[in-house]
């Protein structure tokens, strides 16, 4: 059978399902659900989400350039829905979730204590594009649950961490390691090994 063509849509998926950490007071502090969300920079490190101009979050990251960017793990994945279906206009959505604001380091917007792993993002450029508009950021700090730490290497296990993922319209954990980048010409015969993240 033959492949079938499908009209134009964003079906590139998985996709993280990020909690976006926004305000620059506890009286503003919000949070929104994000999947249009990725990593475009290595040096300087820099990141994007995307958002619609109706959230109520658009408004915020527009007047203070600033946000975190909460990686979400399993036990995170129902607040992390509630956040994407309730609207910041009528909640507090970290009273309502039990989640934890916490400071960051070198921005004034929350961090979410829960997170596994949080980047904290100065945005650099505002591009609008349609539906939504793109947030260009810098990433400024990166903080780590030590619990997601491997002993030995101090490096960031995201397999221990049961990150959570966005497939269109579905929530699901990561699945099972496959091999590490690179391992495909290996010149050592034997299967790839678990690889953790680099530290630092």
Same mark, same amino acid.
């Given at each position: 059978? @033959?492949?079938?063509?499908?009209?134009? *849509?964003?079906? =590139?998926?998985?996709?993280?399902?990020? =909690?976006?950490?926004?305000?620059?007071?506890?009286? #503003?502090? #919000?949070?929104?659900? +994000?999947?249009?969300?990725?990593?475009?920079?290595?040096?300087?490190?820099?990141?994007?989400?995307?958002?619609?101009?109706?959230?109520? @979050?658009?408004?915020?990251?527009?007047?203070? *350039?600033?946000?975190?960017? #909460?990686?979400? #793990?399993?036990?995170?994945?129902?607040?992390?829905?509630?956040?994407?279906?309730?609207?910041?206009?009528?909640?507090?959505?970290?009273?309502?979730?039990?989640?934890?604001?916490?400071? *960051?380091?070198?921005?004034?917007?929350?961090?979410?204590?829960?997170?596994?792993?949080?980047?904290?993002?100065?945005?650099?450029?505002?591009?609008?594009?349609? @539906? /939504?508009?793109? $947030?260009?950021?810098?990433? +400024?700090?990166?903080?780590?649950?030590?619990?997601?730490?491997?002993?030995?290497?101090?490096?960031?296990?995201?397999?221990?961490?049961?990150?959570?993922?966005?497939? /269109?319209?579905?929530? $699901?954990? =990561?699945?099972?390691?496959?091999?590490?980048?690179?391992?495909? +010409?290996?010149?050592?015969?034997?299967?790839?090994?678990?690889?953790?993240?680099?530290?630092?």
């Amino acid at each position: 059978m @033959s492949r079938q063509d499908w009209k134009p *849509g964003t079906l =590139l998926y998985p996709l993280p399902a990020a =909690l976006v950490s926004c305000g620059d007071s506890p009286e #503003n502090y #919000n949070l929104i659900t +994000v999947s249009w969300t990725g990593t475009i920079c290595s040096t300087p490190p820099m990141c994007y989400i995307s958002v619609r101009k109706e959230r109520h @979050s658009h408004a915020i990251l527009s007047a203070t *350039g600033e946000f975190g960017l #909460n990686l979400t #793990n399993r036990a995170m994945a129902k607040a992390t829905d509630w956040c994407g279906v309730r609207s910041g206009k009528d909640y507090d959505k970290f009273a309502e979730t039990g989640l934890q604001p916490e400071k *960051g380091k070198l921005i004034s917007a929350p961090l979410v204590a829960e997170s596994p792993l949080s980047l904290e993002c100065k945005i650099r450029q505002v591009l609008e594009l349609g @539906s /939504h508009d793109m $947030f260009l950021a810098d990433v +400024v700090n990166v903080r780590v649950d030590p619990r997601y730490l491997d002993p030995e290497s101090g490096a960031f296990d995201m397999q221990a961490a049961d990150l959570l993922v966005y497939a /269109h319209g579905e929530y $699901f954990a =990561l699945g099972d390691f496959i091999g590490y980048f690179g391992w495909s +010409v290996k010149k050592t015969p034997g299967a790839p090994q678990r690889r953790y993240g680099r530290k630092g």
